[in-house]
């Protein structure tokens, strides 16, 4: 079962008591407080595994909690400590304040560890009170109580492309060309019920991940389909491919501007990324009926006829039939798709083009994000007075 969303109520543990003890042995007299302290009640600590995809595991756990620390005993012996709770998670996940809705935390890389909650500290025993005008004390400390908070986890997917349409375009069609996903297809709406990844291969050594989410319909930012729900998975991803059927009852241009505006209610900055169209399910219609469709697509969306590439190859090969001039894409546009590609999962036409034409945009924006993190660090280098 795909769960991506959780509450909880998280409690690290109990510090345990200190002991009020005195040493008593045989020929020893009065030998002194010797009450020993309370151990450490245990941590809430978050994990990020790999191999974990859903938040499953944690469905109908209301309260998770650490071990409280045992308290101590006679002669100096201290109490154990409490043993720590992990959570595990899938990379992605956030944690949220249940109360506030503040984020706590972003838990993005595999095999990250992050402690949440400390455990209470234990209570110190007699032994440590004892002094030359109180040789016999007798109270010792009580242990600290743990930190309890509400919470709730959010699990949003990291991907490098994220599919975006209406139902039954061809998004999960499409994935199971690219990648290696095998998602549920057929022919009705609203066929994907939950998001999907796969991962893209360019080559031996390079690989993009994309996502797939269920269709998007109008309203979908107020609530309406299952489009609200899942939205949230394509916020990581740094470029978006809006799928536009050709051979849907809806006109194209209609669709773009709806997946546009959605995308903008739901989120002003998912709706800045870097996006390109594909044009789906051409194999239904004839090479006119294909450079007709295109050419009123790009008509409504103002790009100018410059920008078309009348250059064309035979379709094993490339059909681009719009592309935004660049230099491997290092500035791409965000208000017009960076390129327009008419394709057909089913016959595998332009499939290769577009794999590689999305690797490109993947690619930049990788550099810019190195650009943007080299940036950011501080300068390491030494001025001489």
């Not at 360019?202 to 319909?217: H, K, Q, T, V, Y």
């Amino acid at each position: 079962m795909f769960v991506d969303n959780v509450e909880l109520t998280l409690s690290s543990g109990k510090g345990g008591a200190g002991c009020v003890s005195f040493h008593t042995e045989k020929f020893v007299i009065k030998g002194g407080p010797d009450g020993g302290d309370g151990g450490r009640g245990g941590a809430v600590w978050f994990q990020v595994d790999g191999n974990t995809d859903t938040l499953s595991h944690l469905r109908g756990k209301r309260h998770i909690k650490a071990e409280n620390g045992r308290p101590g005993e006679g002669r100096k012996r201290f109490g154990r400590s409490g043993k720590d709770t992990t959570v595990v998670v899938p990379p992605g996940t956030q944690v949220i304040d249940a109360e506030t809705g503040e984020l706590l935390l972003d838990l993005t890389t595999p095999g990250e560890k992050v402690k949440f909650l400390e455990g209470g500290k234990g209570g110190l025993g007699n032994v440590h009170f004892k002094s030359s005008t109180n040789q016999r004390p007798t109270y010792a400390q009580p242990g600290l109580p743990g930190q309890t908070r509400r919470v709730r986890l959010e699990m949003k997917l990291i991907a490098d492309v994220g599919l975006v349409g209406f139902p039954n375009v061809g998004k999960s069609t499409l994935i199971s060309k690219l990648s290696n996903a095998r998602p549920e297809i057929a022919n009705y709406e609203f066929t994907t019920l939950t998001p999907k990844l796969g991962v893209v291969a360019l080559g031996e050594f390079d690989s993009f991940m994309m996502a797939d989410i269920p269709g998007i319909i109008e309203g979908a930012s107020d609530g309406r389909g299952l489009g609200l729900e899942f939205l949230r998975h394509i916020e990581r991803t740094k470029t978006l491919l809006l799928m536009i059927d050709a051979t849907n009852y809806r006109e194209m241009k209609y669709q773009y501007d709806i997946l546009k505006e959605e995308l903008k209610n739901y989120s002003r900055e998912l709706a800045g990324r870097p996006f390109a169209v594909a044009i789906t399910k051409i194999d239904a219609l004839s090479d006119n009926e294909i450079d007709q469709k295109t050419e009123e697509l790009l008509e409504t969306l103002g790009l100018e006829p410059n920008e078309i590439l009348e250059e064309r190859f035979d379709a094993d090969r490339k059909l681009l039939s719009y592309a935004d001039p660049h230099e491997s894409w290092e500035q791409m546009p965000t208000d017009r798709p960076v390129f327009i590609l008419p394709v057909s999962s089913v016959s595998g036409r332009n499939i290769e083009p577009l794999r590689f034409a999305l690797g490109e945009m993947v690619q930049a924006t990788r550099r810019e994000a190195k650009r943007e993190a080299s940036r950011e660090e501080p300068s390491t280098d030494i001025q001489e007075a």
